[in-house]
């Protein structure tokens, strides 16, 4: 094991359920000791890719790698691996406190101080029953779980659904302030992309059951440029660039395209009196998953994907 997490493989993995292709064939690689957002919309395969890494369940094809071996019934990975859902996975009948104890058995790196500190944080009284709870304080205390069991592999998926604004923030400060003092590898599943920007050092984007993308963050956000001026202009220099939308007004133009631009790039747009400015991750994000987008992008590269 890494000191600062399990690393994760993804060889040529399929998921059907009956009729339904959850994954297709994805090869994936995620860096031990990073938080890695993984982003899609609804249906992409998010939620499935989880439960294969946390042994939920076995691929119907390809191979599932933690820490370099198949989690499947493996009583060296298993326990290190704390996946969260927003569904809960969590015994709803027993007290909050009861509860706790029962992780802290099974969890060898879990921290009841810090499971204490989050109980404070978010108002959460032990003594309740989950299936008692709001929906907003059951994520918040599958967040408690999650981040207290401090697994080498901690996946959360969608954990935050439910949460108030600053809910929200409190768990996102509390993530990453524990996360720099215990390393590990975080895969964090949102659809809030803004609110995790911040946060994120690698970015995995699944499309209809596939990587669309997988790349760090830093680098991704250099890709997206949005490029404002004459929409003659405009068109003419981003031509031969993969462009992701496309906004007019008038005779001018806004043109998201995806692609680092050198240094002649940007003293031709300042000689054009062309605009460049950055686009966010959830810019990205709406734009590469857009079906439109998807269906025009295809088209350009004839059919290939």
């Known amino acids: 094991m890494s000191d600062t997490g399990y690393g994760v493989t993804l060889r040529g993995v399929t998921q059907r359920f009956g009729s339904v292709v959850a994954l297709d064939d994805v090869d994936l690689q995620i860096r031990a000791g990073t938080i890695t957002g993984l982003l899609g919309r609804n249906g992409s395969g998010k939620t499935t890719l989880s439960v294969l890494l946390a042994a939920f369940r076995r691929p119907t094809a390809g191979q599932v790698l933690v820490d370099g ?3 499947w019934e493996n009583e060296r990975v298993v326990p290190n691996v704390c ?9 709803a009948d027993e007290r909050m406190s009861a509860v706790l104890r029962y992780v802290a058995d ?4 879990f921290d009841p101080d810090l499971a204490g500190r989050l ?9 309740r029953r989950p299936a008692r709870l709001s929906r907003g304080q059951r994520s918040a205390f599958g967040i408690v779980v999650g981040l207290a069991s401090r697994a080498p592999l901690t996946v959360l998926d969608e954990v935050h659904l439910g949460l108030d604004a600053p809910s929200r923030y409190a768990f996102y400060d509390a993530l990453l302030d524990d996360y720099l003092a215990h390393p590990r590898t975080i895969l964090l599943s949102s659809h ?12 995995v984007v699944l499309d209809r059951g596939r990587v669309l993308l997988a790349q760090d963050a830093e680098s991704l956000r250099a890709q997206g440029v949005a490029v404002t001026g004459p929409s003659d202009l405009v068109e003419a220099f981003v031509a031969g660039r993969e462009v992701l939308g496309r906004q007019r007004l008038g005779r001018t133009a806004q043109l998201t395209v995806r692609a680092e631009l050198s ?5 031709r747009a300042r000689r054009e009196g062309l605009e460049l400015g950055p686009v966010g991750l959830q810019d990205l994000f709406v734009h590469l998953t857009d079906p439109q987008n998807r269906l025009r992008l295809s088209g350009e590269r004839g059919g290939d994907r």
Request: hydrophobic share 40%.
């Open 69 to 71: 071996q198949d989690p």
């Open 83 to 91: 996946l969260i859902r927003e569904a809960g996975d969590l015994p």
């Open 106 to 109: 099974r969890r060898p790196f």
């Open 119 to 127: 109980m404070d944080t978010f108002a959460l009284d032990p003594r």
């Open 192 to 203: 809030l992309v803004d609110e995790i920007d911040r946060l994120v050092e690698d970015v």
């Open 263 to 267: 240094a002649d790039d940007v003293e």
